[in-house]
């Protein structure tokens, strides 16, 4: 990465009409300063995106995202040096020019890594496998807790079609921080003719479930929603398959085995970090789940169920729903409606199977023939 810092010292000194390096007399730069310098550093950012590394003879390689940053974080820093004088916030915040062309720059990096690959219903079998398996051989309560919360988010996100960012805290502000969902949202209802009935909560937090149909959770109010109301929600129906476990089934069984006394339910988060909850519980036992401890724990689990990980991503439970509705035939109003999409950018989800493909190629002639 020396090569890279010198390239970019010789770039400034080519393309530049004023020094790089300045003394303390020199600030505050004055404001067409401040931009040249900015400009430039901007530019040593974009070349950093597109770089690539290797040794002779071998395939080069595209810098690892957390490579680019921490060099990005550098520019930034001295960014903020050379423009003394403008707000951090203005320069680097999060909020700020230079990260958000950071972020611009990550996304346009030509990097198999940000491709959306499904999450598959064929791998979550396999997961739902190797968490028996973790729990069977596990003695301990919190490793059994943990293997349940993480087959029921999983569920959740391939029938809810939702992302990491929705059901998991990161650090960033998103859809799980701003409104996560809560156990006093959740609904278990079941319809008598056209109308509509809930079962009641034990106090003790748990429930009976056997008149249930299907359990209803309310989307954030500040996401899209499928009737352009702002009352979106989450409907998850009982699976009509003996023995098929869904999210219904599996957020049934997790609750009525790790219960929250119904009086905290409007304090504890569904996907929530602590197994034990009581009245005095801290806001940080009772909130979310973080980013980095479901990510940590699902590739856990799909190494012991040899699933390859590497190539999922934050999208790929969205991914992977929005291709199973596909393949089962749904409309587009109704893949639309079901990821909460208000333009035609599903399309970008979308995935083409050639054997799937092939039953239509076998179509052609037979149409023929009739």
């Known amino acids: 990465m020396k090569t890279g810092v010198r390239w970019w010292i010789r770039f400034c000194v080519k393309i530049g009409t004023e020094p790089l390096l300045y003394t303390e007399a020199d600030l505050p730069l004055s404001f067409e300063t401040k931009r040249s310098v900015e400009g430039k550093l901007l530019l040593f950012m974009m070349w950093m995106a597109r770089h690539k590394h290797g040794k002779q003879g071998q395939e080069k390689k595209f810098l690892a995202g957390s490579t680019l940053r921490g060099y990005a974080n550098h520019v930034q820093m001295w960014a903020q040096v050379l423009a003394r004088g403008v707000p951090y916030a203005e320069a680097v915040g999060m909020k ?28 979550f079998a396999m997961l739902q496998r190797a968490v028996m398996d973790l729990m069977r051989g596990s003695r301990s309560d919190k490793q059994k807790f943990e293997a349940q919360r993480l087959e029921m988010m999983v ?15 990161g650090v960033a502000a998103s859809a799980a921080n701003k409104c996560p969902f ?45 009737l352009g109301e702002r009352d979106d ?24 085995e790790y219960p929250v006394p119904r009086s905290l339910h409007h304090r504890v988060a569904w996907f929530r970090k602590e197994r034990m909850i009581g009245p005095d ?72 199977n050639r054997r799937m493909l092939m039953r239509w190629t076998g179509e052609v002639l037979r149409q023929r023939q009739q």
């Open 155 to 169: 569920a959740a996100a391939l029938e809810g079609l939702l992302r990491t960012s929705e059901m998991a805290a």
């Open 182 to 226: 809560k156990l006093a949202q959740m609904q278990w209802c079941y319809r008598i003719g056209s109308e509509e009935y809930e079962c009641e909560w034990n106090e003790d937090g748990t429930i009976d479930t056997s008149l249930a149909e299907y359990m209803r959770m309310p989307m954030g109010p500040h996401k899209a929603d499928q």
């Open 281 to 352: 519980s801290s806001e940080e036992a009772v909130g979310l789940i973080s980013h980095n401890s479901f990510w940590s724990g699902f590739k856990a689990v799909c190494r012991t169920a040899k699933i390859r990980y590497e190539v999922l991503g934050k999208h790929c439970f969205r991914v992977g729903g929005m291709n199973a509705l596909q393949e089962a035939n749904a409309s587009v109003c109704e893949i639309m409606a079901l990821g909460r999409w208000r333009s035609d950018a599903w399309k970008a989800y979308a995935r083409r």
């Open 96 to 123: 700020g020019r230079l990260k958000m062309l950071q972020r611009a720059f990550m996304r346009e990096r030509p990097s198999k890594a940000r491709a959306k690959v499904p999450f598959t219903g064929k791998m």
């Open 233 to 256: 929600e989450l409907l998850y129906p009982r699976s009509e398959v003996q023995g098929l476990s869904g999210t219904f089934e599996i957020t049934r069984d997790f609750l009525n």
